[in-house]
């Protein structure tokens, strides 16, 4: 099994959309949407994604959630996400286990590394990350383009009629 243990402002500061989004004062929206894109990338590669996020940045008592099947961790305060990114590393290592951390931190990159994980840099994984949701996308296509969508040719009127019904609407 592979673990993704990923450095959530470090995404948030490397990678464009995300860094937009922060600059405009909407960190929310950045977070949500690395998570987003996260989620994808777990459900195509299987992997399972850790995303960790500083306190300093969201103050209070540490929180851990499962959002789109992503585990989710704020630190606690006074707790830096490369700490607890190296705690998580170490524990989380077995013989059945890669665990690779994303973050562009070199010195956190050569830690982790030292301790047995892999690392990636927030580039590589924007570029793993682009890479799935052309995959995604193209799959799609062909999904939709080998189905067939009637047995027998509909107008398009029709169609829509038998979509409100599917739908259950009037």
Same mark, same amino acid.
Request: overall charge neutral.
């Given at each position: ?12 500061? /490397? ?18 949407? @690395?998570?987003?894109?996260? /989620? ?7 992997? #399972?994604? $850790?995303?960790?996020?500083?306190? #300093?940045? $969201? ?7 499962? #959002? ?9 305060? #006074? ?8 705690? @998580? ?5 077995? /013989? ?25 840099? /927030? ?5 793993? $990350? ?41």
């Amino acid at each position: 099994m592979n673990i993704l243990i990923v450095d959530g402002y470090n995404m948030i500061g /490397a990678w464009p959309a995300l860094r937009r989004l922060k600059e405009e004062g909407d960190l929310a929206a950045a977070r949500d949407l @690395l998570i987003a894109k996260l /989620a994808d990338y777990k459900g195509f590669t299987g992997d #399972h994604v $850790v995303i960790v996020f500083d306190a #300093h940045l $969201v103050q209070g008592n540490e929180k851990k959630y499962k #959002h789109y099947d992503i585990d989710v961790i704020f630190t606690k305060e #006074h707790e830096t996400a490369d700490e607890r990114i190296e705690r @998580l590393a170490k524990t989380l290592m077995n /013989a059945r286990t890669k665990v690779y951390v994303a973050t562009s931190d070199y010195t956190e990159q050569w830690t982790v590394f030292s301790q047995g994980a892999l690392r990636k840099s /927030a580039r590589e994984l924007l570029y793993e $990350v682009e890479s799935v949701e052309r995959d995604i996308s193209k799959k799609l296509s062909d999904i939709k383009q080998h189905t067939p969508t009637s047995k027998m040719p509909l107008s398009d009127q029709v169609a829509e009629i038998f979509e409100k019904w599917r739908r259950g609407q009037k």
